[in-house]
């Protein structure tokens, strides 16, 4: 049995809604390994700006990224509040500062919609779509596009 990347119309998807000041984004849950508390980064020189460092998860370093600055809305000044999801993609491993999760929502790709043709190219790049859930516009992250390549970076 093969599964399918995208969304399949009828299937629902599992997704992780969370906030970053007053709006509310999520990405697929088969991308998130775990849920912690904010935990202080050691800062990298030299480290694109929204990197805000490095913490040690169980022995593995796990660079921290700012989604807040990633995404165009500012830096953000972490406090106990803030949580971190871990995210794997391939085999790149992440943390995502994030103001707080909020939901676990379940979707079908007839409920996403194209992003608005009024974004920028950058915002396209970053939002795969948009959906309305019980008066929320939520806005679903291309997560491959958030986590940067520190391979092709550091070459």
């Known amino acids: 049995m093969t599964q399918s990347k995208d969304v399949s119309p009828n299937m629902p998807k599992e997704l992780v809604a969370f906030r970053i000041g007053a709006q ?4 697929d849950i088969m ?3 775990e849920i912690r508390g904010w935990t202080p980064a050691t800062t990298l020189p030299h480290a694109p700006h929204f990197v805000q460092g490095v913490i040690n998860l169980r022995g593995a370093v796990l660079p921290i990224v700012d989604l807040s600055s990633r995404l165009g809305l500012g830096e953000a000044e972490p406090t106990a509040r803030h949580v971190t999801i871990v995210t ?33 190219e950058t915002t396209r790049q970053f939002v795969k779509g948009v959906f309305a859930l019980e008066g929320r516009m939520i806005s679903l992250i291309e997560l491959d596009q958030v986590l940067p390549s520190f391979d092709r970076e550091a070459a």
């Open 24 to 27: 509310e984004y999520c990405i």
């Open 31 to 33: 991308a998130v390994r």
């Open 88 to 120: 794997q993609i391939g085999e790149q491993v992440m943390g995502l500062l994030v103001d707080a999760v909020s939901d676990i929502l379940n979707i079908t790709a007839d409920q996403l919609l194209p992003t608005p043709e009024v974004a920028s």
